[in-house]
């Protein structure tokens, strides 16, 4: 495994479908087939855990660096919920 592979993960039993709800939140980062996924998904970082190294799937994709760049910044988001005048842009996290 590599930093910045997105796999897919096989969930525990019952595996069950779920339905896909994008919801547009600042903690969502929306994938397209333009970056290699097979349809329109959603990355939550609302509830980020460890993965089991046994469950990890083959690589998805590998997003590109301004994908990195929302990443990161839905991260900070979760990770800093109450810093409430913090602005986001291309460049980075911008304090005012």
Request: aromatic residues 6%.
């Given at each position: 495994m590599e930093r910045g592979e997105i796999r897919w993960y096989t969930l525990r039993l019952p595996d069950k479908r779920r339905p896909g709800t994008i919801r547009g939140l600042t903690t969502?980062?929306?994938?397209?087939?333009?970056?290699?996924?097979?349809?329109?998904?959603?990355?939550?970082?609302?509830?980020?855990s460890?993965?089991?190294?046994?469950?990890?799937?083959?690589?998805?994709?590998?997003?590109?660096?301004?994908?990195?760049?929302?990443?990161?910044?839905?991260?900070?988001?979760v990770r800093f919920p109450k810093v409430k005048r913090l602005r986001l842009r291309k460049t980075g996290a911008v304090q005012e």
């Open positions: 969502e980062i929306v994938l397209t087939v333009d970056d290699g996924v097979p349809a329109a998904c959603a990355l939550n970082f609302d509830h980020v460890l993965a089991q190294r046994s469950r990890i799937g083959p690589v998805l994709c590998y997003p590109s660096e301004t994908r990195w760049t929302e990443m990161r910044d839905a991260l900070i988001i």
